[in-house]
């Protein structure tokens, strides 16, 4: 519990948004921000078992903040926050993909929703115990480097099907619309407007008055 405890003070101790609103609520209340920080732990995962909207809220949790500080990391001129939260997108999206096949199942267990909001919190948490390294450097990259040669000869051709595909059937429209417009342009001739009578008319006319003076 003491390691705990002194891991809680720690990441309390760090800059990031949701410090600076602990520090903010401590100046205006005078209740410790250790307090204010368990307080809103309690209340949230209270909500998440009981509230409506618990998949939202969690979803919202794991993706606007970390959007925030993706954005601050680009404007940064450091590098290594970009690597810390391009490391925790590759998770996430990963554990998207596998929400998406598991959802329907998990999501009926009373402390689904909890335990997601607690993962996501452990993936995006700063230091040396973040879960989207842990699991980046413990499990995907090991199985990246292990099977990136099949997956891009896998993504290598499947692309030069796909152009090949796309290839043929920009020629097909295209021969369609040659031989349309082959069949189209007689009969548009064939039809065209009829050749105007009042040149002729103003010629007849005029032979006719010179005969008669």
Avoid at 62 to 68: K, L, Q, S
Wanted: one cysteine or more; proline letters at 5%.
């Amino acid at each position: 519990m003491d390691g705990l405890r002194q891991r809680f003070e720690r990441l309390l101790e760090q800059r990031n948004l949701a410090t600076e609103a602990l520090e903010v609520l401590e100046a205006k209340t005078g209740v410790d921000k250790r307090y204010l920080a368990a307080g809103a732990t309690t209340l949230l995962s209270l909500y998440l078992l009981f509230g409506y909207g618990a998949s939202l809220l969690c979803n919202l949790i794991g993706f606007v903040y970390p959007a925030y500080a993706s954005i601050k990391a680009i404007e940064s001129p450091s590098k290594e926050d970009d690597t810390v939260w391009l490391t925790y997108w590759v998770v996430y999206s990963l554990f998207g993909l596998a929400e998406f096949f598991s959802d329907l199942l998990l999501s009926w267990f009373p402390f689904y929703y909890v335990g997601k909001c607690a993962f996501l919190l452990f993936c995006m948490i700063p230091g040396p115990w973040n879960g989207a390294h842990m699991l980046y450097h413990r499990v995907i990259r090991p199985l990246f480097l292990k099977h990136h040669e099949a997956v891009d000869s896998v993504v290598r051709d499947l692309s030069g099907r796909a152009l090949d595909v796309a290839a043929g059937i920009t020629r097909d429209v295209l021969q369609t619309l040659a031989r349309s417009r082959a069949l189209i342009t007689p009969v548009a001739v064939a039809v065209g407007p009829p050749l105007p009578l009042e040149p002729t008319i103003a010629k007849v006319s005029m032979t006719q008055l010179q005969k008669d003076k």
